[in-house]
């Protein structure tokens, strides 16, 4: 109870605290800070990971059953309006989701390839130790170990890491909102 008490302490001096709910303002002088002009046409703004990596940073910070509230503060809005800078927000937040789900299905595919792989490898091998090639057999044996163990790694092991701390985000943020600072 006590080392809860001590880390709640040090998290006030960032977070506004109350009945485990966490209200962190982030401040940012200009929303064209936030944007990667890089990236796309003028039909779309993309984020920048800036904002991205405060967020997470935030989360990452507070105990489990805490809830966060973010406070987007931004200076100067520059050319945009505050309800563009919403829906360029959410935007961005669904291209983050569709960014995790492509991810997450390559690593399940590659993953699959990699057990199939190493099943074809494994039998293989079985068919040259009853040939007394036992150098080639522990040889290959070895790989087709190697290519299963790496393909139920990335199918999932990885796979229910990343599950978790996607789902941790989505149960943690518990309210944005996003205002200018006269």
């Known amino acids: 109870m006590k080392k809860l ?26 929303f064209s800070e936030l944007i990667n002009p890089n990236f796309g046409d003028d039909k779309i703004e993309k984020l920048n990971d800036k904002l991205f990596s405060d967020i997470l940073e935030a989360v990452s910070l507070l105990p ?14 520059g050319d945009y309006s505050r309800e563009e800078c ?8 669904k291209l983050a989701a569709y960014k995790i789900l492509k991810e997450r299905y390559k690593k399940l595919t590659s ?19 009853n040939q007394n090639y036992d150098l080639w057999f522990d040889l290959i044996n070895i790989s087709g170990t190697l290519f299963v163990w790496e393909g139920v790694n990335m199918a ?20 944005i909102t996003i205002e200018g600072m006269q």
């Open 5 to 30: 008490e001590s880390k709640i302490q040090i998290l006030q001096k960032y977070f506004s605290i109350d009945n485990n709910i966490a209200t962190l303002d982030l401040v940012y002088d200009t």
């Open 156 to 175: 999932f092991i990885e796979k229910n890491a990343e599950n978790k701390a996607t789902k941790i985000l989505a149960k943690t943020i518990n309210l």
């Open 86 to 93: 919403e829906k360029i927000i959410i935007q961005n937040i």
């Open 64 to 77: 489990l059953k805490y809830k966060l509230n973010l406070h987007i503060v931004i200076k100067d809005f």
């Open 111 to 129: 993953g699959w390839s990699l057990i199939g792989i190493g099943a074809v490898v494994l039998v293989l091998s079985y068919f040259l130790r």
